[in-house]
């Protein structure tokens, strides 16, 4: 395996962690999702359309990303955003914690990729 698949496992490992070592937390308005768009996702081929939406629009926004982790396999942090997002769309809190097993930044690329996973699953 190459080094990006070792950070990248050992990055999801720690995600997946009942208590992730970082996390970063974003307000949220569990009124704006679009709740069609998320039931669609239950379908693989749209999740990974989705996925490409998100992954696409991320990389526009940061063009001088280096690649790591993230785009590794942004399919399994696409899942870890949506998980937050329904968890907190459920209780109907106003913001959402993410699990990050990377860092807290708020440059990390996870947490930029998060941000981006929300504004696609939400209405305009
Ligand atoms: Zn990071």
Redesign the pocket.
Known sequence: MDITGLIYHS?IQQTSLPNPP?SYSLPFNHELVNKEKYKSLKSDDNLDKFVKECYTKFRERNQNHRLG?LDYNPKTWTKFGLKSIVDAYKSKTDKIIFP?G????E?????KFYEIVIEEICLE
Do not use: E, G, K, Q
Request: neutral net charge; charged residues 0%; proline residues 8%.
């Open positions: 990055h970082f982790t990050n990377c860092c807290s930044s440059n990390c690329p996870i947490n």
